[in-house]
Protein backbone atom coordinates (compact mmCIF):
# COMPACT_ATOMS: atom_id res chain seq x y z
CA UNK A 1 0.00 0.00 0.00
CA UNK A 2 0.81 3.86 0.23
CA UNK A 3 0.97 6.35 2.39
CA UNK A 4 2.39 10.06 2.36
CA UNK A 5 2.42 12.36 5.06
CA UNK A 6 2.36 16.26 4.51
CA UNK A 7 1.68 19.22 7.26
CA UNK A 8 -2.05 19.62 7.59
CA UNK A 9 -1.68 23.75 7.44
CA UNK A 10 0.96 26.56 6.79
CA UNK A 11 0.56 30.01 6.90
CA UNK A 12 2.58 32.68 5.44
CA UNK A 13 3.04 36.47 4.66
CA UNK A 14 2.59 37.36 1.20
CA UNK A 15 5.88 37.99 -0.89
CA UNK A 16 7.20 35.54 1.23
CA UNK A 17 8.21 31.66 0.29
CA UNK A 18 6.85 28.79 1.71
CA UNK A 19 7.76 25.09 1.53
CA UNK A 20 5.55 22.08 1.83
CA UNK A 21 7.18 18.46 2.45
CA UNK A 22 5.96 15.35 1.48
CA UNK A 23 7.38 11.95 2.65
CA UNK A 24 5.90 8.92 1.63
CA UNK A 25 6.07 4.84 1.99
CA UNK A 26 5.21 3.04 -1.15
CA UNK A 27 5.25 -0.72 -2.35
CA UNK A 28 5.64 0.78 -5.66
CA UNK A 29 6.92 4.41 -7.05
CA UNK A 30 6.92 5.72 -10.70
CA UNK A 31 6.51 9.80 -9.69
CA UNK A 32 5.76 12.48 -7.33
CA UNK A 33 2.56 14.99 -8.57
CA UNK A 34 1.94 18.00 -6.76
CA UNK A 35 -1.69 19.24 -7.44
CA UNK A 36 -3.42 22.69 -5.81
CA UNK A 37 -7.54 22.93 -5.01
CA UNK A 38 -8.92 25.95 -4.45
CA UNK A 39 -11.59 26.07 -1.56
CA UNK A 40 -15.11 24.65 -3.69
CA UNK A 41 -12.91 23.81 -6.85
CA UNK A 42 -11.12 20.92 -8.92
CA UNK A 43 -7.61 20.20 -7.98
CA UNK A 44 -5.19 21.43 -10.59
CA UNK A 45 -1.77 19.58 -11.46
CA UNK A 46 1.50 21.97 -10.26
CA UNK A 47 4.12 19.43 -11.12
CA UNK A 48 5.66 15.87 -11.47
CA UNK A 49 9.25 14.53 -10.55
CA UNK A 50 10.37 11.33 -11.69
CA UNK A 51 14.02 11.85 -10.95
CA UNK A 52 15.88 13.11 -8.18
CA UNK A 53 16.08 17.08 -8.40
CA UNK A 54 14.31 20.02 -8.82
CA UNK A 55 12.05 21.08 -11.37
CA UNK A 56 10.91 24.93 -12.07
CA UNK A 57 8.11 26.01 -13.04
CA UNK A 58 7.66 30.20 -13.07
CA UNK A 59 6.79 31.05 -8.88
CA UNK A 60 6.84 26.93 -8.09
CA UNK A 61 9.31 24.43 -7.87
CA UNK A 62 9.02 20.94 -6.82
CA UNK A 63 11.73 18.88 -5.25
CA UNK A 64 12.56 15.13 -5.12
CA UNK A 65 15.02 12.48 -3.15
CA UNK A 66 13.68 9.33 -4.38
CA UNK A 67 16.24 7.96 -1.68
CA UNK A 68 14.96 9.56 1.04
CA UNK A 69 11.13 8.84 0.06
CA UNK A 70 10.45 12.74 0.24
CA UNK A 71 9.29 15.63 -2.18
CA UNK A 72 8.78 19.10 -1.89
CA UNK A 73 6.98 22.07 -3.34
CA UNK A 74 8.48 25.75 -3.53
CA UNK A 75 6.09 28.77 -3.77
CA UNK A 76 7.99 31.78 -4.14
CA UNK A 77 6.84 35.25 -4.30
CA UNK A 78 3.49 34.42 -2.56
CA UNK A 79 0.66 35.81 -3.58
CA UNK A 80 -2.87 35.74 -1.81
CA UNK A 81 -4.25 33.71 -4.41
CA UNK A 82 -1.76 30.72 -3.64
CA UNK A 83 -4.18 30.61 -0.66
CA UNK A 84 -5.50 27.04 -1.23
CA UNK A 85 -4.84 23.17 -0.45
CA UNK A 86 -2.05 21.77 -2.19
CA UNK A 87 -1.98 17.79 -2.51
CA UNK A 88 0.94 15.48 -3.21
CA UNK A 89 0.70 12.31 -5.01
CA UNK A 90 2.64 9.24 -6.07
CA UNK A 91 1.89 7.60 -8.88
CA UNK A 92 1.83 3.50 -9.24
CA UNK A 93 3.30 2.04 -12.27
CA UNK A 94 0.56 0.46 -14.23
CA UNK A 95 0.46 -0.82 -17.72
CA UNK A 96 -1.71 0.46 -20.90
CA UNK A 97 -0.91 4.56 -19.40
CA UNK A 98 -3.53 4.46 -16.89
CA UNK A 99 -1.39 5.54 -14.00
CA UNK A 100 -3.02 5.61 -10.31
CA UNK A 101 -2.37 8.21 -8.01
CA UNK A 102 -2.74 7.60 -4.40
CA UNK A 103 -2.92 11.13 -2.85
CA UNK A 104 -1.90 12.43 0.71
CA UNK A 105 -3.92 14.47 2.58
CA UNK A 106 -3.28 18.14 1.69
CA UNK A 107 -1.80 21.16 3.02
CA UNK A 108 -4.34 23.66 3.67
CA UNK A 109 -1.63 27.23 2.57
CA UNK A 110 -2.88 30.81 4.16
CA UNK A 111 -1.22 33.32 2.60
CA UNK A 112 -1.89 36.89 4.67
CA UNK A 113 -0.83 40.25 4.32
CA UNK B 1 -13.28 22.92 -25.06
CA UNK B 2 -15.16 22.06 -22.14
CA UNK B 3 -12.35 19.74 -21.09
CA UNK B 4 -13.65 17.13 -18.43
CA UNK B 5 -17.86 17.56 -17.15
CA UNK B 6 -19.77 16.37 -14.63
CA UNK B 7 -23.52 16.06 -14.32
CA UNK B 8 -25.20 16.56 -11.88
CA UNK B 9 -23.57 19.48 -9.38
CA UNK B 10 -25.34 18.66 -6.55
CA UNK B 11 -27.71 15.61 -5.27
CA UNK B 12 -29.42 14.05 -2.44
CA UNK B 13 -30.41 11.05 -1.92
CA UNK B 14 -32.24 8.93 0.35
CA UNK B 15 -30.15 5.51 2.11
CA UNK B 16 -30.87 3.07 -0.34
CA UNK B 17 -32.00 4.58 -3.31
CA UNK B 18 -29.85 4.70 -6.93
CA UNK B 19 -28.10 7.14 -9.15
CA UNK B 20 -25.52 6.91 -11.51
CA UNK B 21 -22.71 10.46 -11.96
CA UNK B 22 -21.92 11.12 -15.52
CA UNK B 23 -18.66 12.18 -16.67
CA UNK B 24 -17.42 13.16 -20.51
CA UNK B 25 -14.36 14.75 -21.60
CA UNK B 26 -14.01 16.23 -24.79
CA UNK B 27 -10.36 16.26 -24.80
CA UNK B 28 -9.74 12.65 -26.89
CA UNK B 29 -8.20 11.19 -23.46
CA UNK B 30 -7.46 7.77 -23.32
CA UNK B 31 -7.78 7.43 -19.36
CA UNK B 32 -10.33 8.23 -16.60
CA UNK B 33 -10.67 8.35 -13.15
CA UNK B 34 -13.15 8.59 -10.57
CA UNK B 35 -12.27 9.89 -7.13
CA UNK B 36 -14.16 10.99 -3.96
CA UNK B 37 -13.08 13.98 -1.18
CA UNK B 38 -14.69 13.95 1.77
CA UNK B 39 -13.52 16.97 4.49
CA UNK B 40 -10.10 17.90 5.08
CA UNK B 41 -9.13 14.57 3.36
CA UNK B 42 -7.29 14.15 0.05
CA UNK B 43 -8.84 12.37 -3.09
CA UNK B 44 -9.18 8.59 -3.22
CA UNK B 45 -9.11 6.83 -6.36
CA UNK B 46 -12.37 4.88 -6.92
CA UNK B 47 -12.43 3.09 -10.38
CA UNK B 48 -10.26 3.76 -12.99
CA UNK B 49 -10.06 3.00 -16.78
CA UNK B 50 -6.69 2.96 -18.31
CA UNK B 51 -8.65 2.82 -22.09
CA UNK B 52 -11.79 2.57 -23.64
CA UNK B 53 -13.12 -0.95 -23.03
CA UNK B 54 -11.25 -1.43 -20.00
CA UNK B 55 -12.28 -1.01 -16.09
CA UNK B 56 -9.84 -1.77 -12.82
CA UNK B 57 -10.68 -1.19 -9.44
CA UNK B 58 -9.16 1.36 -7.19
CA UNK B 59 -8.43 1.92 -2.97
CA UNK B 60 -12.41 1.90 -2.69
CA UNK B 61 -14.79 0.20 -5.05
CA UNK B 62 -16.79 -0.48 -2.49
CA UNK B 63 -20.72 0.42 -3.24
CA UNK B 64 -19.93 1.52 -6.54
CA UNK B 65 -19.58 0.18 -10.32
CA UNK B 66 -18.65 2.01 -13.43
CA UNK B 67 -19.45 1.80 -17.28
CA UNK B 68 -16.60 3.22 -19.66
CA UNK B 69 -19.39 3.99 -22.46
CA UNK B 70 -16.93 4.96 -25.33
CA UNK B 71 -13.92 7.30 -25.17
CA UNK B 72 -15.47 10.24 -24.02
CA UNK B 73 -17.62 9.34 -21.03
CA UNK B 74 -16.89 7.31 -17.71
CA UNK B 75 -20.17 6.87 -15.41
CA UNK B 76 -20.21 5.86 -11.58
CA UNK B 77 -23.36 3.74 -10.56
CA UNK B 78 -24.13 4.02 -6.66
CA UNK B 79 -26.71 0.99 -6.75
CA UNK B 80 -27.86 1.63 -3.10
CA UNK B 81 -26.67 4.62 -1.86
CA UNK B 82 -25.21 4.78 2.30
CA UNK B 83 -24.97 7.37 4.55
CA UNK B 84 -21.05 6.85 4.11
CA UNK B 85 -21.29 7.78 0.50
CA UNK B 86 -21.76 11.25 1.06
CA UNK B 87 -18.82 12.78 -0.35
CA UNK B 88 -17.66 15.19 -3.12
CA UNK B 89 -16.69 12.95 -6.48
CA UNK B 90 -14.41 14.09 -8.78
CA UNK B 91 -14.38 12.99 -12.41
CA UNK B 92 -10.49 12.86 -14.17
CA UNK B 93 -9.25 12.23 -17.62
CA UNK B 94 -5.62 11.93 -19.02
CA UNK B 95 -4.46 11.80 -22.77
CA UNK B 96 -2.16 8.68 -22.08
CA UNK B 97 1.15 6.68 -21.62
CA UNK B 98 3.89 9.69 -20.96
CA UNK B 99 1.45 12.42 -19.81
CA UNK B 100 1.25 13.13 -16.29
CA UNK B 101 -1.35 15.60 -16.25
CA UNK B 102 -4.80 14.71 -14.95
CA UNK B 103 -7.89 17.03 -15.61
CA UNK B 104 -10.36 17.36 -12.95
CA UNK B 105 -14.13 17.81 -13.38
CA UNK B 106 -16.16 20.39 -11.42
CA UNK B 107 -17.19 17.81 -8.98
CA UNK B 108 -20.62 16.36 -7.77
CA UNK B 109 -21.73 16.94 -4.64
CA UNK B 110 -23.51 14.00 -2.86
CA UNK B 111 -25.24 13.81 0.05
CA UNK B 112 -26.99 10.72 1.40
CA UNK B 113 -29.77 11.06 3.82
Known amino acids: GQSLEQPSEVTAVEGAIVQINCTYQTSGFYGLSWYQQHDGGAPTFLSYNALDGLEETGRFSSFLSRSDSYGYLLLQELQMKDSASYFCAVRDQVTGGGNKLTFGTGTQLKVEL | NAGVTQTPKFQVLKTGQSMTLQCAQDMNHNSMYWYRQDPGMGLRLIYY???????DKGEVPNGYNVSRLNKREFSLRLESAAPSQTSVYFC????????????FGPGTRLLVL
Open chain 2, 49 to 55: SASEGTT
Open chain 2, 92 to 103: ASKPGQGHETQY
